[in-house]
């Protein structure tokens, strides 16, 4: 297996209050800075547009945030992976 096929890293993807954007950015130095860490997934259950907004595009300010995390994780040579939830209005 090669280091590009294997996914080691952090994943965001719990309830209460999701990280602020300084907090995610040190986060990926760290990921950086840790052997073998590859990859970032964004997936906090608290972010509406995640969860019970998953159909709806994002606001400008929010879809600008995520740009950012999105370029900050390939200078860092890291992967992004976005998440969705989409099972709370799947009846």
């Known amino acids: 297996m090669t280091t590009d096929s294997f996914i080691c890293g952090a994943l965001e993807g719990f309830y209460g209050r999701p990280w602020r954007q300084d ?6 130095q760290w990921l950086k800075d840790w052997e073998g860490m590859n990859t ?3 997936a906090p259950k608290d972010d509406l547009y995640h969860r019970s ?21 390939h200078k860092k040579e890291l992967k992004f992976i976005y998440s969705i939830a ?5 009846t």
């Open 23 to 28: 907090q995610r950015l040190q986060l990926f």
């Open 40 to 42: 970032y997934m964004y």
């Open 53 to 73: 907004h998953w159909r709806e595009i994002y606001p400008d300010n929010i879809l600008n945030e995520l740009k950012e995390l999105i370029q900050a994780c």
């Open 86 to 90: 989409p099972g709370l209005d799947i």
